[in-house]
């Protein structure tokens, strides 16, 4: 059984030193026609092992393709993928080339959206603002104004007002003694 390993290796082996580019698939069926045997019955651990031992494996690919673009992080990705296909024989894509790029190096997105989950740079600063007792007409549907409610008092012509507003307190109440001078 061990010589049966020892020529599947070797067989592998000299598979991918002829063609880098072959993927497990077709490793096995080449194999399995040379030495007579079902390509299921090869396993993938064998052609892993040899990827490795032949340095053709994806984690190295994507090593070698890291190291370079951070000596050289303006490389355009067709040059990156172009390369590792010839070195390692292992298909990259576009988007792993711009994973593998240092983040100080990456191009701003074209649509002018940040990306998802950032903090954005500048603080909100909240600022005083009246907040109108009707709903304006024209803008969506008009929300139904709550009823006024009538407390009975004990002198007539005596007014309650009610007044929202949100930002600085100190802002606020400046504004709200302005309207009580101005009544």
Known sequence: ??????????????????????????????????????????????????????????????????????????????????????????????????????TESRRPRKNGRKKAGRPAAKANVLKPEVVDAAPKKGRGKAAKAPEPVVVPGPAKGEVSVTFQGRGNPEDLARFFLSLSKTL
């Open 1 to 102: 059984m061990a010589s049966d390993m020892d020529r599947l290796r070797q067989t592998v082996e000299s598979l991918l030193k002829e063609d880098k580019s072959l993927n497990e698939r077709d490793v096995k069926a080449a194999a399995g026609k040379i030495l007579k045997m079902k390509p299921a019955d090869i396993g993938a651990g064998v052609i892993r092992e040899v990827r490795r031992k032949l340095g053709i494996d994806r984690p190295s690919a994507l090593a070698w393709a890291r190291t370079l673009l951070t000596k050289a992080p303006t490389t355009e990705a067709r040059v990156v993928i172009e390369g590792v296909a010839e070195k390692f024989g292992i298909r990259v894509g576009p988007p792993d080339v711009t994973r593998l790029r240092p």
